[in-house]
């Protein structure tokens, strides 16, 4: 019976495993074959294979399906958020130019490095109009940033040079989307401009590298404001400002008063917030995301911050634009009033204290007129914000941080304030100083008087372009405009001409006592510094009054022994006699911002000149290598006796 069963059986187990035999992958459903081609696995190159296999494969893998979003969605994860999840997008399409866009922004990033190399570290170059190439590519902005991160983000120790120039790129297109964005904020009636919101765009221009947003910013404003109605609820547990939404308090000026005096419990007293009296000149007290994270600012910034927190909780105050203190008022008669002395005035710089009219003027030493005591509109208000951050760039000692910081705020001024002469002609200066040239440049350049305006329409020159838009507005500048327009056009025939700069061989008999070469990390003997070498001379070669300020003849061979050009690890560049350094003895990677213009790569031991610095010092290379072996790599003696032994 069992085998009279099991025989029978037998037909019908065959034809189940022939049938599971004869299935193929293509004739699981869309839905399975989908999921399986999703794996993570799978690379684009891997879904391209499958998609040509055969038709059923094809259709599976086409561009509006999930097979492509989900490899674009794990090559470029950053870019989702500009994809809305219930619409449809040819995903193949998007992965293709996605790609290409990264191929191409690679390249030009590379041709930068031979393009725009230079001796010196701390000049603050700006690769000028050549940023324009990124933008001619024609491609959503979204995806040229997101390459220059991907470029950034790859290993800290490699493509040095690549990461510095995408930086650099990154920095530009950020501020020209800021920049816009200010625009758009400026034409917006009065008052619609929030302060907040412009101090914001201020901060963002500046640090564009930053991760700020006004929405991360408003969400912090808004934790204060909780800690400030719980407080304000022990002191009237049915105010108006506790109610959701919040009542209007009117006219009330108890009420209004309640509010003032738990706002200034919680900032002063509990979170601790204070004017930077020890560091007034610091740029972070201007930039309203670190005045959060610090807890510290000067009078205009603590005072955009106080206002903002305050109209979100019913009271209205007023910026106030006091001659070198800034400050609010607050009404304390009908709207509408003029008159000075109907307003307190609160110093948020002084911890919130109220003040009447003319006792204001205890704070800076002198009498000021009723004008000062005026209401301004938040346009004014970001002009002297700017206007601070500007003088501290005028402050500042030349290094690279103070002249960016000098730019960009000359760029925020102006874009406010187009028409200051002033200010035109040090962004012209400053233009000029720093370089800032076009790329391209006619053969031949007219040298007289008669030919110079013809000229200035020929050049898409910044310095030119600034020069011309001052002498129209105010042509008693002509003889300030004259000189700049002469010696810009002077180096730009230069530039036509361009000398290489001449390669320094080690074996040359004016070199033979540099004993250290590019790319060596040293030790400074007196000073004690950490540094890298970038550059060398056989001979000092600063002038007279920086020996002498240096107390270079104070050496025991002075100014006649070679000197190096080193970055040092707190982010300096400087110049060192040969008898004051000497190989660290343990190397460790140097956090200077200009590493990446000189070197492409940090190998342990050591740096790893770029093609434009091995250019410079060609044989500096190879005289590298062999000091890194004989310093770190040498085995020891004892282990070398054993060897030998054996």
């Excluded at 625009?183 to 500046?206: I, R």
């Excluded at 404003?221 to 022990?234: F, N, R, S, T």
């Excluded at 372009?465 to 001052?470: A, E, K, N, R, V």
């Amino acid at each position: 019976m069992a085998t009279s069963v099991a025989g029978e059986g037998q037909p019908i187990l065959n034809g189940i495993i022939d049938e599971l035999h004869t299935k193929k992958l293509t004739d699981l459903p869309s839905e399975l074959l989908e999921h399986i081609l999703c794996f993570p696995a799978l690379q684009h190159v891997d879904v391209c294979s499958v998609s040509c296999c055969c038709k059923r494969l094809h259709d599976v893998c086409h561009g509006r399906g999930q097979v492509w979003g989900n490899q674009f969605k794990l090559r470029w994860p950053r870019l989702q958020r500009f994809y809305r999840q219930n619409e449809s997008y040819d995903w193949l399409r998007e992965y293709k130019t996605r790609h290409r866009v990264g191929i191409q922004i690679r390249r030009t990033v590379e041709s930068f490095s031979k393009r725009f190399y230079t001796e010196v570290p701390c000049i603050g170059q700006v690769l000028g109009d050549t940023f324009a190439e990124i933008k001619a590519l024609g491609m959503p902005e979204h995806f040229c940033e997101d390459e220059l991160l991907f470029i950034l983000d790859s290993d800290k120790r490699k493509s040095l040079t690549l990461k510095y120039y995408a930086k650099k790129i990154l920095y530009f297109l950020r501020q020209q989307t800021i920049l816009r964005s200010l625009k758009t904020f400026l034409e917006q009636p009065a008052e619609q401009q929030s302060a907040l919101e412009g101090a914001v765009l201020v901060d963002q221009y500046c640090n564009p590298l930053a991760d700020i947003t006004l929405e991360s910013i408003c969400s912090q404003l808004d934790e204060i404001i909780e800690k400030v109605k719980k407080m304000l609820k022990m002191k009237n547990p049915s105010h108006p400002s506790l109610r959701i939404p919040p009542g209007a308090l009117d006219e009330d000026l108890e009420l209004q008063q309640q509010v003032v005096w738990a706002l200034n419990s919680v900032l002063y007293e509990q979170l601790q917030y204070k004017g930077n009296e020890f560091d007034y000149y610091n740029p972070l007290n201007s930039y309203i995301h670190q005045v959060l994270l610090r807890r510290t600012g000067i009078p205009i910034s603590l005072s955009v911050l106080y206002l903002t927190l305050a109209g979100k909780l019913g009271v209205q105050l007023q910026p106030v634009n006091f001659p070198n203190h800034f400050l609010l008022r607050w009404c304390q008669k009908p709207r509408g009033s003029g008159d000075i002395y109907d307003f307190v005035y609160i110093d948020a710089f002084g911890k919130g204290k109220q003040l009447m009219a003319k006792e204001c003027e205890y704070l800076i030493g002198h009498q000021v007129a009723a004008d000062y005591y005026s209401a301004i509109n938040s346009t004014e208000l970001l002009l002297r914000m700017v206007g601070n951050l500007l003088n501290i760039g005028k402050r500042g000692d030349g290094n690279e941080k103070s002249y960016q910081l000098l730019r960009d705020s000359l760029d925020l001024y102006l874009t406010i304030n187009p028409d200051n002469v002033q200010y035109l002609l040090l962004q012209a200066r400053l233009y000029f100083h720093l370089g800032i040239w076009p790329e391209k440049v006619p053969h031949s350049l007219p040298s007289s008087s008669d030919g110079e305006a013809s000229t200035l329409t020929l050049f898409s020159c910044q310095v030119l372009d600034i020069l011309q838009h001052i002498r129209v507005l105010d042509p008693s500048q002509h003889g300030a405009v004259g000189y700049l327009v002469q010696h810009t056009l002077e180096h730009i025939e230069h530039k036509q001409h361009p000398e290489a700069p001449e390669a320094k061989r080690r074996t040359a008999p004016e070199h033979l006592e540099v004993q250290y070469s590019v790319g060596l990390i040293m030790k400074h003997k007196r000073s004690g510094y950490n540094c890298v070498i970038y550059g060398w001379d056989p001979k000092c070669t600063m002038s007279q009054e920086w020996i002498t300020t240096m107390r270079v003849q104070q050496l025991s061979s002075g100014a006649n022994q070679p000197f190096y050009n080193v970055l040092v690890q707190d982010g300096t560049c400087r110049y060192a006699a040969q008898e004051n350094l000497e190989p660290h003895s343990a190397p460790l990677e140097i956090g200077h911002p200009e590493v990446g213009r000189y070197f492409s790569e940090f190998s342990d031991t050591h740096y790893i000149a770029n093609e434009a610095l091995q250019a410079r010092y060609p044989e500096d290379t190879a005289e590298t290598l062999a000091t890194v072996q004989d310093l770190y790599h040498r085995p020891e003696p004892d282990a070398a006796a054993a060897h030998k032994d054996m």
